[in-house]
């Protein structure tokens, strides 16, 4: 090794800055969002998770974060990272954008401009209609974020 090549840990903590969420509700969004991310929107481990987490009551969430992956995908004008699925540490997307489904319903304005930045889109109405839906499918289950 280098003196000028950058050390593993400081790489790994510039690459995934932010620890998991606490929240269960959060932690299974950022599963289900990164399976999706990674194997597309009809990937048997997300709708399992949700599944087993929702019970008979899993189709609404469900739908609600393939809709959001999916526009996310088609409206972003800029990559949105994700970290695969057994990483216990998140990328900085990752972190904007459970921090926007967390202030979906309470703090709307807050979380429009944090989606704007998240996708590099100054409006994206159609899109925070998508995360409103997903926040609201997880309260009404019960699992809010």
Known sequence: MTMNSPQPLAMLAST????QP???????????????GANGLDDAHAQHAMFLTFGQHYRRPLTALRTLVFEL???????INIAPRCCCRMTADEAALLAILARATDNAPAAEM???DLTGCRTTPGLFMSVQ???????????PF
């Open 133 to 143: 839906f997903v926040a609201d499918a997880f309260a009404d289950a019960g699992r």
């Open 73 to 79: 995908s088609q409206a972003s004008s800029r990559p």
């Open 22 to 36: 606490d929240s269960r509700s959060a932690r299974l969004a950022l599963f289900a969002i990164r399976q999706m």
């Open 114 to 116: 944090l989606l704007a």
């Open 16 to 19: 995934l800055p932010h620890r």
